[in-house]
């Protein structure tokens, strides 16, 4: 593949801009500064660099963002700035999107990418992918709010129609770490499932956080804003 057609797809512009920074000096392979736009590459485990940073090509992006407090898992966020703003430009240029969502208030293992069809497979229920939570919650924890949590709960939906029936959501796995503190492990993604859970047993969410997507979980050094590449969809199932 031509680098300047490497560049386009990994998002550093338009083909004319990507030519332009391989022309000017700004892209290096294996150390040596490239400038013809045309020189042919494999893809595949290529690492780059542009303007100085190291990029990895990846056909597809997947990224592990440790999400802060604060941020909202939109485009168009309506109070807070969007989770997109945490991420460089070229991630951004080819379209990583959200893997799910998390509340502004919720921090935590976020999921990006430009894989649509990856999407759909993590955030359907029915293929079972794991998310670990944990909830401090405003009263004491007892066993019979955490029993109620395994065996299930109604939820209706905000949208719901009034004639509609409630929706039975259930916890996977539910643990209480301490008095006030609560691990929920979850299948779905419903609209603030987890706080309506927990509001449904008789106890209230006072902070959120998400530290386990299927088998992923956020590196011990990588701080709150931070974000990694992730490698291969596999390992979010290993």
Not at 63 to 86: R, T
């Amino acid at each position: 593949m031509r680098l300047s057609q490497i560049l386009f797809s990994q998002g550093f512009g338009t083909r004319r801009l990507c030519s332009g920074l391989i022309q000017h000096g700004e892209v290096q392979v294996n150390g040596e500064v490239i400038d013809d736009p045309d020189a042919d590459y494999e893809p595949q485990g290529l690492v780059f660099e542009v303007s100085g940073k190291t990029w990895p090509y990846y056909e597809k992006a997947l990224i592990l963002l440790n999400k802060p407090a604060g941020y909202e898992c939109s485009q168009k966020p309506k109070h807070h700035p969007s989770v997109m703003s945490l991420l460089p430009g070229p991630l951004r240029e080819r379209g990583v999107q959200p893997v799910g969502r998390l509340d502004e208030d919720t921090t935590g293992l976020l999921l990006l990418t430009d894989d649509g069809s990856l999407i759909h497979k993590l955030t359907n229920p029915k293929h079972h992918v794991p998310k670990v939570y944990v909830a401090r919650c405003k009263h004491p924890l007892s066993d019979e709010q955490v029993k109620r949590l395994l065996q299930g709960v109604e939820l209706r939906e905000p949208d719901a129609k009034p004639h509609h029936k409630p929706e039975l959501a259930r916890a996977e796995g539910a643990e209480r770490l301490d008095e006030h503190l609560l691990q929920l492990t979850l299948i779905e993604g419903k609209y603030h499932q987890v706080k309506r859970m927990v509001a449904a047993v008789g106890n209230r969410v006072e902070t959120l956080h998400r530290p386990r997507f299927g088998a992923l979980t956020i590196p011990d050094d990588l701080p709150p804003g931070g974000w990694c590449w992730i490698a291969s969809p596999a390992q979010i199932h290993a």
